[in-house]
């Protein structure tokens, strides 16, 4: 893998932590059913860690010579809360995956620093599925 090439993928992982960060503040505020008040508030504890996401991202693509994106990738929206906290869900099994071949991709560059920016950004991700997990099987 080239640099390039990583810098375009972790642009990608960009614009989907900034339509992370809108998702999960439109389903906080629009979720209705009483059994998820719980994770309701735990939808906006996610949007601050995924804006926190963004930025991390960005600095490490600009420090790898890249532009940091602007873009919002696709949001995922409905007005039932069980489909909102599932569509929430599989954009965290995605990151999940994204995140794992992202350190790989680190690691097969030397990118020490990135690599361990990435493994905190990995356990966040898979923190937020347990938590989305959990609040469906309720």
Do not use: C, F, W
């Not at 940091?68 to 906290?85: G, K, Y």
């Amino acid at each position: 893998m080239e640099k390039n090439t990583l810098v375009d993928l972790l642009n990608k992982d960009l614009s989907l932590e900034y339509s992370a960060a809108v998702q999960y503040i439109r389903h906080a505020a629009k979720v209705t059913d009483a059994k998820y008040r719980t994770i309701q508030k735990e939808l906006i504890v996610h949007a601050n860690e995924e804006i926190s996401h963004a930025i991390l991202l960005a600095e490490q693509i600009a420090y790898l010579g890249g532009n940091p994106t602007v873009d919002v990738a696709e949001r995922h929206t409905s007005d039932d809360s069980t489909e909102m906290l599932k569509q929430d869900l599989e954009g965290e099994k995605d990151a999940v995956n994204r995140y794992k071949q992202r350190v790989n991709q680190a690691k097969e560059l030397g990118e020490s620093n990135l690599v361990h920016v990435l493994e905190d950004i990995l356990a966040t991700e898979e923190e937020h599925e347990r938590d989305l997990a959990k609040a469906l099987e309720e």
